[in-house]
């Protein structure tokens, strides 16, 4: 088989659908494995037929029951590859809490006015989440082989690990890539960890 370096490996990022925390403008990390919710389910059903063609030569997710089960719903007919480093980013003290409920504590405070960048309380910095999640992505690529020219991904994660793979493989900053629950990117790859090319084909 060829090298991946070989071929051009069209990557769709998919954040998983919608959960009951993020209809109430939760922190859901790493910490809540929280499954879709009816809405989210039936949203997903409903956008489908929007990501069925090209079927992906290769589908990979996170692994939380999030965005197990928006595979499961988008792909029904391929099994995923699970990336545990695509699980989103630890949230610490703030995890389940909303804007609503951290208002008046300091430390969310300092956090917001850090815009992120301070780590979160008993939880995981965005440094750390985002050499984390480019481990995963590397190690995906690692896998992704075949003797097409053109091969086709499709990454089903959260919306973190989708800011942290873009920000990192482009000159854009981290959330220049917020994305909402079904909605993602699609880009064009090529290269090795030391030398790569990417363009942002579409967003969605």
């Known amino acids: 088989m060829r090298d991946c370096t ?3 490996i069209i990557i769709t990022f998919i954040r998983h659908a919608k959960i009951q925390s993020n209809l109430e403008k939760r922190y859901c990390g790493s910490a809540t494995d929280e499954d879709l ?3 989210g389910i039936k949203n997903a059903n409903e956008k489908k037929e929007l990501f069925a063609f090209p079927k992906p030569d290769f ?7 999030r965005c197990i089960s928006t595979a499961g719903i ?5 099994k995923p590859e699970i ?3 695509f699980d989103e980013i630890d949230f610490g003290d703030f995890n389940g809490k909303n804007h609503e409920e951290l208002s008046s504590n300091p430390d969310y405070q300092k956090w917001m006015e850090s815009n992120g960048e301070l780590p979160f309380p008993n939880g995981e910095s ?4 985002i050499k984390r999640t480019m481990s995963g992505f590397w190690k995906m690529i690692a896998l992704v082989s075949s003797e097409k020219e053109e091969i086709h991904v499709t990454v089903i994660a959260h919306g973190g690990s989708i800011m942290a793979i873009l920000s990192s493989l482009t000159d854009g900053g981290y959330f220049d890539y917020q994305v909402g629950n079904l909605n993602g990117y699609r880009i064009s790859f090529s290269g090795t960890k030391e030398h790569y090319i990417t363009e942002i084909k579409e967003r969605f």
Do not use: H, S, T, V
């Not at 965005?126 to 989440?129: C, H, Y």
């Open 6 to 8: 070989e071929n051009q």
């Open 37 to 39: 919710c009816a809405e």
């Open 59 to 65: 589908l990979f997710c996170g692994p939380k029951k």
């Open 74 to 78: 988008l792909y029904p007919d391929l």
């Open 83 to 85: 990336i545990p480093e």
């Open 126 to 129: 965005r440094e750390d989440f």
